[in-house]
C-alpha cells in the first residue's frame, strides 16, 4: 500500500515536473521571439554631445557664480583692511573662534556616535 501511494506521488510530479518545463520552455521561447530595437550610434552620439555641452554650461555657470562671490569677499576684505583695520582684525578674530568652535562641535559630536 505505501509503495503504491509513493509511486502515484512520484507520476504526478513527474507531470508536474514534464507540466512545468514546457510552460517554461514556451515563455523563453517567447522571450526569445520577442521584437527588440536598439537605437542607432548617431542618436547615442547626439545624446552624449548634449549631455556634454549641458555639463560644461553649468561649469560656466558655477565658475561665474564662484568667481563674483569671491571677488566680492576679496573686495571686502580688502576694502576693511585699508578703510577700517579694526573691523578687519576684529572679523578676523570672530571668524578664527568660528572656525576653533564649529569643529571642536563636530569634532565632539563624531566622537559620541563612534563610542554608541
Do not use: C
Not at 501511494?5 to 514534464?18: A, P, S, T, Y
Not at 537605437?39 to 563674483?68: A, G, N, T, Y
Amino acid at each position: 500500500m505505501k509503495k503504491q501511494r509513493v509511486m502515484i506521488l512520484n507520476e504526478q510530479q513527474d507531470n508536474n515536473d514534464v507540466e512545468t518545463f514546457h510552460i517554461l520552455k514556451q515563455g523563453l521561447d517567447q522571450v526569445e521571439t520577442f521584437p527588440f530595437n536598439t537605437p542607432d550610434r548617431q542618436w547615442f552620439e547626439k545624446m552624449v554631445l548634449e549631455e556634454q555641452h549641458q555639463q560644461k554650461k553649468k561649469l560656466i555657470k558655477d565658475l561665474s557664480i564662484f568667481s563674483l562671490i569671491a571677488l566680492f569677499i576679496l573686495g571686502g576684505i580688502m576694502l576693511s583692511l585699508s578703510q577700517m583695520p579694526i573691523i578687519f582684525f576684529v572679523l578676523q578674530i570672530i571668524t578664527t573662534v568660528f572656525i576653533a568652535l564649529y569643529s571642536g562641535i563636530r569634532y565632539s559630536i563624531g566622537r559620541v556616535k563612534n563610542e554608541r
